[in-house]
């Protein structure tokens, strides 16, 4: 079951946030035709490719697949763009996946892949950077949206991003790898930067916007990390990470 999840949860993450762009999100939330189906279409393609087999379970598990994720963003395009709509909705899609991969335990097994053992290690690896990566930088986004219009960023366009990309890739690097006290080397090495501009500029709401900003995109890495590691602890290894302790 467990690779049946990962291969499940691999496409949802990669339709979700690496093959859906700014534009085709909007258009979903307005709900045209067109933006959801090309969307499904991806996941469906993205979901068979994982679980390569032509059988009739595979069959039911996409149908299953393509009505859970379309009912479950026709409801989030209802609510507005906040972040408790965001983790409602990526909680729906994440249930809807371990569902159905527990209603069909054996679809891994009977896939042209599964002689792969580290495939699923690696799907599973896929997913968790996706999702502690990519998809943070939309929470953390529309955890900040409320206090943009008092502290408005400045700098390098999009470079706020950026950093935040950057952070969560090294946090989860160094989880991985099992060096989690490196964190606290990257949050002197930030803390340090924003105390010279405190200093300079003085304490005002866009240092405290920075520090909030901060700090969530640090606890949703960390999160993340730690939920790819428990993931991965339960699949075959995948020959390059160390071993858990």
Known sequence: MIETFAALLCAHALTDFAFQSDAMAGRKAKRDVAALALH?????????????????????ALALV??????????????PPTLSAFLA?????????????????GL???????????????????AGA????????????????RYE???????????????????????LLLVLAGQPSGIGFLIAAKSILRFEAVSKDGANPKSEYVIIGTLASFGWALAGSY???????????????????
């Open 227 to 245: 939920a790819t590691l428990a993931l991965l602890a339960h699949l075959p290894p995948l020959g390059i990470l160390p071993p858990a302790n």
């Open 108 to 126: 891994w097994a009977g896939s042209v892949w599964a002689g792969q053992s580290w495939l699923p290690a690696l799907l599973a690896l896929v």
């Open 40 to 60: 499904l279409v991806i996941l469906m393609a993205l979901s068979a490719l994982a679980l390569a087999q032509v059988s009739n379970g595979l069959f039911l």
């Open 149 to 171: 219009a008092s502290a408005p960023p400045e700098g390098l366009p999009q470079g706020g991003r950026m950093i935040g990309l950057l952070e969560r890739g090294v946090i």
């Open 66 to 79: 393509l009505a859970s994720h379309l009912l479950i963003d026709l409801a989030k395009s209802l609510a």
């Open 130 to 145: 996706v999702l502690t990566i990519r998809a943070g930088g939309f929470a953390v986004g529309l955890l900040m949206a």
């Open 89 to 105: 909705d990526q909680g729906a899609h994440l249930a809807a996946t371990a569902l159905i991969a527990a209603g069909f335990p």
